[in-house]
């Protein structure tokens, strides 16, 4: 079958923008929802209207001084969330990446959408001084953050050009280090320097002219739930740690920064079809690997329904709340 990309552009439910999605010529139909072993102390996130309508997502994307910054946004779902949110959203998007003058197509998502929208700033989540950089561009420019959205990951490469280990005997204590540094130490430090920014409550009232919760979302994975870690098969030591750590970091957080009205939440965006799950893919049948625009779209309505019940959690692209 000759297969041929086509621009369509979707209507989703209820609040949500209109969102220009590529497809090949056969539509791509989200499968059922996952089932996990385990149980989660979470109660699911209802999506099946889209978004919550007059929920804090629902606010936050009609503001236009709003404010989300998304770290690994030149490729992969880093850069599908930028668009979606350029679409979903009034607000702005501050879109960090390591090179933004090697950033072709994220550049010209900007010049599309106007300076006035999107910003491209320098942001290695490894590197104390970027990550204080980018926290203190974003504090004098926009003096506020809505959502933070931790996407820039690691899975294979770095030290020694590895993948994920196979097995113990292939755990190795560079890749280990840098899985740590760059899917946990980075996101975590990010969040510390953009938490102040993200106040939005003092009590029950909001602050500022925000009328809306802020959110910190941390990329996570299926491979992180420990209660799901029930076969032998993939080892993924590094990568599988790192994550877990990030949703212990998810959660504790959540208590604290509720105080200031800011929410958090740790997802899986499913195989999505990116650089780094290509190795992965063989034998993946082809409706469970999912295009990046349907990821984003999906993880975005999750965030956007999610209240303070939610906070602290893990969940996936169909708003199922996994056990840690
Ligand atoms: N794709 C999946 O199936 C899948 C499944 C589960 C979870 N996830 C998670 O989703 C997130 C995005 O994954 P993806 O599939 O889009 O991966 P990807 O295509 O490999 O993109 C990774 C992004 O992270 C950036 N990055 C890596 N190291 C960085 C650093 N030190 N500082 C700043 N940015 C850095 C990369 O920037 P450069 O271009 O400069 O390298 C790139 O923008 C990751 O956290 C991943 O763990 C993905």
Same mark, same amino acid.
């Given at each position: 079958m000759v297969l041929f990309q086509m621009i369509i552009r979707s209507r989703p439910l209820n609040g949500a923008r209109s969102v220009t999605r590529k497809f090949s010529s056969v539509p791509f139909v989200a499968p059922p929802v996952n089932i996990y072993n385990g149980t989660s102390d979470y109660t699911n996130i209802d999506i099946s209207s889209g978004i919550t309508a007059g929920g804090a997502g629902q606010r936050r994307n009609a503001d236009p001084d709003a404010v989300f910054v998304v770290s690994? +946004?030149?490729?992969?779902i880093g850069l599908g969330y930028v668009r979606a949110l350029l679409e979903r959203s009034d607000g702005k998007v501050v879109a960090c990446c390591r090179h933004p003058e090697k950033a072709d197509t994220l550049n010209a998502i900007a010049e599309e959408f106007g300076a006035d929208r999107v910003s491209v700033l320098p942001l290695d989540v490894v590197d104390k001084g970027s990550v204080d950089r980018a926290t203190a561009e974003i504090k004098s420019k926009?003096?506020?953050?809505d959502a933070l959205i931790n996407n820039a990951g690691v899975l294979g490469g770095g030290p020694g050009n590895?993948?994920?280990?196979?097995? &113990? +005997?292939? &755990?190795n204590r560079d890749f280990l280090t840098w899985n740590m540094e760059v899917n946990v130490i980075g996101p975590m430090m990010l969040a510390q320097g953009l938490a102040p920014l993200m106040a939005a409550k003092k009590g029950r009232k909001y602050l500022d002219s925000r009328q809306a919760e802020t959110v910190i979302v941390n990329m996570s994975a299926r491979v992180a739930s420990i209660s799901d870690n029930v076969r032998a098969g993939i080892c993924w030591h590094s990568y599988r740690m790192s994550k877990a750590a990030l949703n212990a970091g998810t959660r504790t957080m959540s208590h604290e920064l509720r105080r200031q009205g800011t929410w958090t939440i740790a997802l899986y965006?499913? &195989? *999505?079809? *990116?650089d780094l799950s290509v190795p992965f893919q063989k034998g993946v049948k082809k409706e469970m690997i999912f295009p990046v625009n349907f990821t984003c779209e999906r993880m975005l309505n999750v965030v956007d329904s999610m209240d303070l019940t939610h906070s602290g959690g893990l969940y996936d692209w169909a708003g199922q709340a996994l056990p840690f």
């Open positions: 690994g +946004a030149n490729r992969g926009f003096g506020r953050v590895m993948g994920p280990e196979k097995n &113990l +005997a292939g &755990l965006p499913g &195989l *999505t079809d *990116t």
